[in-house]
């Protein structure tokens, strides 16, 4: 990756961390290696260091699709105590 694209990923990624921080168990998921690379962004902040990450692969999800997956990975963990929030 160049460092024009390392610089807005990077951007990108503490945008929508601020985002989460107020999250336990994050879930992680999408085509490519975003998700692995946001993974690590996020270990690198001290302040995700007691949280629950997970990522996961997906091919392109339509919306419902995404709700599903997101609904049953919760539910699966018996954690479905969420606040609603989709981006």
Same mark, same amino acid.
């Given at each position: 990756? $160049? $460092?024009? !694209? ?6 990108? &990624?503490?945008? @929508?961390?601020? /985002? /989460? @921080?107020? #999250?336990?168990?994050? /879930? ?12 690590? #962004? @996020?270990?690198?902040?001290?302040? &995700? $260091?007691? !949280?629950?990450? *997970? ?5 392109? @999800? *339509? ?8 609904? $049953?990975?919760? !539910?699966?963990?018996?954690? #479905?105590? &969420?606040? *609603?929030? /989709? &981006?």
């Amino acid at each position: 990756m $160049n $460092n024009s !694209k390392q610089s807005d990923s990077r951007k990108y &990624f503490k945008a @929508l961390s601020s /985002l /989460l @921080l107020n #999250y336990d168990e994050i /879930l992680v998921f999408g085509p490519g290696k975003s998700q692995e690379q946001f993974q690590h #962004y @996020l270990q690198e902040d001290a302040q &995700f $260091n007691s !949280k629950k990450i *997970t990522i996961d692969s997906a091919e392109h @999800l *339509t919306d419902p699709q995404m709700i599903a997956k997101v609904r $049953n990975f919760f !539910k699966s963990r018996q954690s #479905y105590l &969420f606040k *609603t929030a /989709l &981006f």
